[in-house]
């Protein structure tokens, strides 16, 4: 390993939409990709499909656990209705001073409502039941609600809009921006702490709406920010 | 009056940072404003502000009911703690077909919490309270949270942003886009039913976060949009 190849980044749910998506992104950005996913076999499958699109790019497969004991930092991209079970199965996997960038969403369509509507968490959102969940001294961002995962899948998409971070630790989420910034096109916002996740997992809703209405994958960008956000 | 001047506009809390604000740049744009306040006599001190910035601008003072009374459409901008009693207030004089733009925001900070929590409303959002209180046949839309009440105060401030607009009907969405593009810099994107105000809403408390991080007064700007968003 060169010394100056990046750190492998583990995908928890990669053969998802938005998982995929951001695998071969961030493979195309030279980042190594340990893929998970429920089961090993559809893990392979979408290891090798990721491989096609970006044959220069490094993936290995896993079961989701084996994903995470593969690295350091980890992306949760699992649907809302399977957070829960998904962390409750990582738990022997997760281990202290691992970064968990949270990318669920609250869609009501996880219990057959529509995916314009959020439903209520009883933590106030997804991101703060993964803080609840993940073992003592797992740092827990959120972040990536926000980027359409037929965007990032499309290499040719240019993306041209903000990630919103939450999390209680600057450190923590300047570590997560400055992963995320790999990706050409993506720039990280610092939106506060961890409980502001209720407003950027929303957005998902909002631009469901927006894209329906406009037949549009759009992004959400901030105006007005100086230079240097992470400074 | 020429028949190309625009229609009136009143504002309901137009003595209010994001009232006032809005009353300038509407002004500067050939718009006549009703400036309505609580007591007609802070109104009448925010139309000399206002004259003071815009001296080509038309501003009429009134109480809040008198700035109801004296245009077809009406932007509600005043703090969420007095939402419902300035609804309960203008019963008498709101009347049917009137556009009703409301801009309020559950901020906690209402009930002495932080400007960066939101307040959970029995109704879903402020502007669904909103629809709920006014008078049958007055038309509801939610806009304009996101806007930075000082980047509207300062004439020279470059907006460079989008209002996101929900409402039940496409064409009361529609007129308030027309009306609000007349403020140069301004985009008006449709976000669907006004049941997603809970999410525009939530935006104000995020922009609040973010402004306070970095000294800044970000605005929204949605990306990958089409052109002609109205049509």
Redesign the interface.
Known sequence: MSPSEPDPVAIVGASGALGFGLAVRFARAGVPIAIGSRDAARGQEAAERASAVVPSGSFSAYDNAGAVRAADTVILSVPFRNQSETLANLKDALRPGQLLIDATVPLAAAVSGKA???LGVWQGSAAQQAAEMVPAGVRVVSALHTV?AA?LSDLDHPL??DV?ICGDARADKREAAALIERIAGLRC?????L??A???E??T???I??N???????????????DG?WE
């Open positions: 314009t509507r959020m359409s965007s041209d809009q919103l916002v610092d939106c506060g702490r409980e502001m209720r407003t950027t929303s957005l809703a909002l631009l709406a927006v329906s209405r406009y037949k549009a994958h759009a992004g959400i960008r901030l105006t007005g920010l100086p956000l």
